[in-house]
């Protein structure tokens, strides 16, 4: 039975969409249709029940997770915790986790877990108890460990779910060295690594950036190269969204506007998103923040006037119903299936580009490969380095200083001689890892005419490096 025939015609569209985009892009490659077939498939569907308990009942939690591809092990994907999920859903997710992975070049096959609750209507300690059993549901199926499956955060769950589980699995699994290796996305605290929190976001700002800083393709759209005094509306002022909005103004871009589910903000002269996150919290809307124009529709909110669109909430926010109203000439999608195969027809057709999802916050799971590193190695990034760097660099500018007679500034002196931090090291892998992709992708966009979005390019690219890990495997000739 294929995968899409043992879901419910009515909830097929998503993993259809990520098929559709598969099946297109593929011809532009050579690979055998068995192959190519493979690679597409989601190889194990893992659907289970539990219940527990709130207050004087029982309830039933559905739940799932789906390793798409063992091409390279462990598996990796966030747990989604949303009334939403669905089947369909999840296999999507893992399936585009499969993708990124090869599009960033971090040695994992895709996975996506789910957890069908509205975490808001939960209290902390049911959130435990249920983040707890969902845990020991995996264990006891193999569907999870440091060279196995290993979770991290998506939306509505973090730190906190990540370390619940993190606990659970070491709890059951008793003298496992690479325990902590199960799950990413822990607290610093409990073995997580310096910028994972804020790395998705960042790297959609990168992505952005990057895109934006290539003057032939600002040209086409009818900028000028830069982000610079771009203007930006972000979607969503979660995890992904709040980093996006905020590395992004860092970088020098204008926000403009900033949507939830509960409605837009928009002002043309700029946002403070701090002061905007800030507002939100207190009043419980984003509405209401002073000096903005609003709307009650929060969809409303994606189609005004703008650059640059972040959508970094949920998929199919963009459709073939809204498509031709966004005013954006670049959509970046910080969310995973923001625009549905449809309305990214109708807007390239209308000039504008979009930096795909698999590509664009590939960030999260980039940084996620290097907590799971150092997880294994059990040792913090810098620590056996820094300390040299610094001796090193100190007797460099003593010998320049005794041989030229000059005298540096203290900050200049330790601007040269500081070793790298955790944090410098993250970053600076994460920022080299979104550049250097970026680039791959467009080089294939680029030398190929037939190839008509950024996304066909990076699903070729993705399926070609699949398909030599299968054929390293020896399990393709
Ligand atoms: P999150 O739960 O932290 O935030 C999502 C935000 O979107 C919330 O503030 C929510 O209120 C808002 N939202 C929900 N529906 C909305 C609507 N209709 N309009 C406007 N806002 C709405 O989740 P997140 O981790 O930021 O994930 C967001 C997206 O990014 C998801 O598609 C997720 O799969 C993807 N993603 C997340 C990560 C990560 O590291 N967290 C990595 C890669 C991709």
């Known amino acids: 039975m294929s995968n899409s025939s043992i879901i419910a015609e009515e909830e097929t569209h998503f993993f259809g969409d990520v098929c559709k985009n598969f099946d297109y892009a593929a011809q532009f490659t050579n690979h055998e249709a068995g192959l190519l ?9 893992y659907r289970f029940r539990f219940p527990i308990r709130k207050g004087n009942h029982f309830e039933v939690i559905d739940a799932w997770r789906i390793e798409h591809s063992q091409h390279q092990s462990p598996t990796k994907g966030g747990i989604r915790y949303s009334e939403m999920v669905n089947e ?114 960042r790297g959609v700002a990168i992505a952005t950036r990057e895109c934006v800083n290539v003057a032939e393709d600002m040209e086409k759209l009818g900028l ?29 871009a204008t926000i403009v506007g900033l949507c939830e589910f509960e409605g837009a903000v928009y002002n043309e002269n700029g946002l403070d998103v701090d002061s905007v996150f800030v507002h939100r919290k207190q009043t419980g809307s984003i509405l209401g923040y002073p000096g903005a124009k609003e709307f009650k529709n929060s969809m ?34 910080g969310a995973n299936g923001p ?16 930096i795909p ?8 799971v980039t940084v996620s490969y290097f907590e799971w590193l150092k997880n294994l190695s059990h040792v913090a990034f810098g620590r056996m380095s820094r300390r040299f760097e610094e001796n090193s660099n100190q007797n460099l500018v003593n010998m320049v200083e005794g041989i030229t007679g000059m005298s540096l500034s203290p900050t200049q002196r330790s601007t040269i001689i500081k070793g790298a931090s955790e944090l410098e090291l993250v970053n600076s892998g994460l920022e080299d890892t979104m550049i250097r992709s970026y680039h791959e992708i467009r080089e294939t966009w680029k030398n190929n005419p037939k190839i008509d979005t950024m996304r066909t390019a990076a699903f070729v690219g993705a399926i070609n490096k699949i398909a030599v890990s299968y054929q390293n495997l020896g399990v393709w000739p």
């Open 37 to 45: 077939d493979q690679i597409k498939s989601c190889n194990s569907v």
């Open 88 to 201: 369909d859903e999840v296999m999507a997710l893992s399936a585009l986790m499969t993708y990124k992975c090869a599009i960033v070049n971090v040695p994992f096959g895709g996975a996506k877990g789910g957890i069908k609750i509205n975490p808001k209507n939960y209290t902390v300690a049911e959130l435990e108890n249920i983040t707890r059993r969902y845990t020991v549901e995996l264990i006891k199926k193999n569907f999870i460990g440091p060279s196995i499956d290993v979770p991290a955060p998506d939306y509505g769950s973090g730190e906190r779910e990540m370390s619940w589980i993190a606990d659970t699995y070491a709890t059951m699994n008793p003298g496992q060295l690479d325990a902590m290796g199960c799950v990413t996305g822990k607290p610093l605290a409990l073995h997580g690594i310096a910028g994972r929190r804020e790395a998705t976001g």
């Open 224 to 252: 000028t190269p830069g982000l610079a005094g771009k203007k930006v509306i972000v979607q969503g002022l979660g995890n992904v969204g709040y980093h996006s909005a905020k590395f992004l103004a860092e970088f020098g």
């Open 300 to 333: 409303e909110g994606l189609e005004q006037p703008c650059d640059i669109l972040i959508p970094a909430a949920l998929e199919n926010q963009i459709t073939q119903e809204n498509a031709a109203r966004i005013q954006a000439k670049i959509i970046c999608e």
């Open 339 to 354: 625009t549905t195969p449809e309305a990214e027809a109708i807007f390239y057709a209308k000039g504008g580009i979009i």
């Open 357 to 364: 999802d698999m590509y664009a916050n590939a960030g999260g």
